[in-house]
């Protein structure tokens, strides 16, 4: 039976790509989870809208070869955003690992410039765009990619916000509970 995709059971999904693809990971009251365990998952993050317009109309297989090339980009995004203004060698070495299987092109056509995306197989291009999409953070504001402040949390997020003090994943889940926190240890104090 072939992969199917299902309900994204993710806590948080509107980041860019290559947050997104960290994100497959998450930690819940329920304990760890991994989006990418397992070929329907695989399936579900691929019909995601976000990863669905990075893709546009290219035709990737939802297999193992494109499962293991997205688990081997997510390692190197995680070492590599451990400290992005510098990396280390080893961080360094596992992007441009996975960005060696593909290329950004530029052509003139009747109408105009266009740019190209070329992988070796269908299956390198969500981790190749993944990688990419990191590359364009970098550039723009590497200081606003952070990881979520909660002790318990995984989740990474792109600050956005207009003065870039934003410090979990999400209000909702993360913010609210360290509130709660801090204000029951002013009632306790008093």
């Known amino acids: 039976m072939p992969p199917t995709a299902g309900a994204d059971p993710r806590p948080l999904?509107?980041?860019p790509l290559c947050i997104d693809l960290l994100n497959t990971r998450w930690i819940d009251a329920a304990g760890r989870h991994d989006l990418l365990d397992s070929l329907d998952g695989l399936a579900t993050w691929l019909a995601g809208p976000l990863v669905a317009r990075a893709l546009g109309d290219a035709a990737v297989?939802?297999?193992?070869?494109?499962?293991?090339?997205?688990?081997?980009?997510?390692?190197?995004?995680?070492?590599?955003?451990?400290?992005?203004?510098?990396?280390?060698?080893?961080a360094v070495d596992a992007l441009n690992a996975v960005l060696a299987h593909g290329h950004r092109g530029h052509r003139l056509t009747p109408d105009g410039p266009d740019t190209f995306v070329e992988v070796e197989v269908?299956?390198?291009?969500?981790?190749?765009?993944?990688?990419?999409?990191?590359?364009?953070?970098l550039a723009d504001r590497p200081e606003r990619i952070r990881s979520c402040t909660n002790s318990e949390c995984i989740l990474h997020f792109y600050d956005v916000s207009k003065n870039g003090t934003r410090r979990w994943c999400s209000m909702a889940g993360c913010g609210n509970r360290a509130k709660a926190q801090r204000h029951y240890a002013r009632q306790k104090k008093a």
């Open 61 to 90: 297989p939802v297999d193992h070869a494109t499962l293991e090339r997205l688990l081997q980009a997510r390692t190197a995004l995680d070492r590599a955003i451990a400290n992005p203004r510098h990396p280390d060698a080893a």
């Open 122 to 137: 269908p299956s390198w291009l969500p981790a190749w765009r993944a990688a990419e999409d990191y590359l364009r953070l």
């Open 13 to 15: 999904t509107d980041e």
